[in-house]
């Protein structure tokens, strides 16, 4: 657990939580997190003092810049405990490491053959899923989720066949924040020799992730959901998996030799990393790598845990809310509606009084079809907030209920009951 102390000096590495132009509460992480210091001073000295390509020119500039890249693919895969360096590729961001993996895989798929992913994906791991089987005449299977809101490992045994090519499937849903069973799934998955792919995009800054221990094929996360720059994701892949891979796009720095008969492609990770990267993005991920590692997965996951059942705690107190999965196994977000208010006019109403969280189908209008509902209005932690901003929004949040008429005689909430530890007021 996190001590006032050091959550307050944790917010000071946080230029935008500290700028007064923009003061407000940040409960919307799971879509992005705010960026410290010194992720952003790397970005800003590659552009004033380094600025060079990487792999091309071989001058002195460009051998920094490329001993700084390949130290942040070094990190990483420390970081999430791969065995080999080449099994980082650097992507543009989890869209893009599942988008290059359904191409990639393509020509491994046949007529026949299915991809099973659950109920509860973001878009992005549902659409490239749609379009692979549709130009194969392959098939898409769908595992509902249990009471709990996880994936239902029973239904799994049902419907996963010798021709089950692929698993995708969330490490935690964006939606909810429940995390699933994957461990279990990839042991089965295997039994039938279907590769696995994971979404760590919200589980990468949450929980400590070791794709050995998992044995996972592929494990994909955006660097921006983890402190860092936008434009930037990875891809981890088993190195015996991607040696198969025929590249996904062709282009300079991913190649031995190119002729007008035919091209000798590098080996990993150059070669499913055609054009110049984002440098400056890769440069600024191994600040936010550096600054992550100040702090155990461990303790930041008591933390914010605390974060969140506090969070419950209060919100039980308002009638006529439902908190989904509230008792199920949980990273740092929640989501709810409150009976007979519109998640778009509480979320906009918050806004006003400068407390950002989101609002909606979250990306993933299949779960939100299965439990009947519109959308939700979705709270998600980083380890920069506090129980002081919780007990602020609580405030504001009352003050709505109360604009939009919420009935209030049903109410039982009490405000005053909780104790204020406000530290950045
Ligand atoms: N998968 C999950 C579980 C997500 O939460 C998100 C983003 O919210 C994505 C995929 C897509 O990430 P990006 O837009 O950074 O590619």
Redesign the pocket.
Known sequence: MFSYEEIKTIRNHFPSLNNQDNHRIYFDN??TTQKPVQVINAINKYYCHLNSNVNRSFNLLDQWTNNDLELSRTNMKDFIHAKYRDEIIFTS???ESINLIAFCLSNMINKSDDIIISHSE?H??IIPWQVLIQNKNAHLKVIPVNSEGELNLIVLKQLITKNTKLISI?HVT?TFGIINPIQKLIQTAHKYKALVLI?G??AISHISIDVQKLDCDFYVF?I??MYGPTGL?ILYGKQKVLDKFTPYQGGGGMIEQVTFNQTIFSGLPFKLEAGTPNIAGIIGTNKALTFLGNYSMIQIKHYENKLIQYAIQMLMNIHGIQIYYKNSKRTQMLSFNIEKIHYFDLGQLLNNYGIAVRTGTH?AQPIMDYLNINGTIRLSFALYNTMAEIDIFYHYLIKCLYILSYDQKHSTFKVNKFKRIRINT
Do not use: E, L
């Open positions: 799971a879509a961001g989890t869209t973001h992005s791991n969330s964006n979404d995009s919200q955006s921006h959901k994701g990306c």
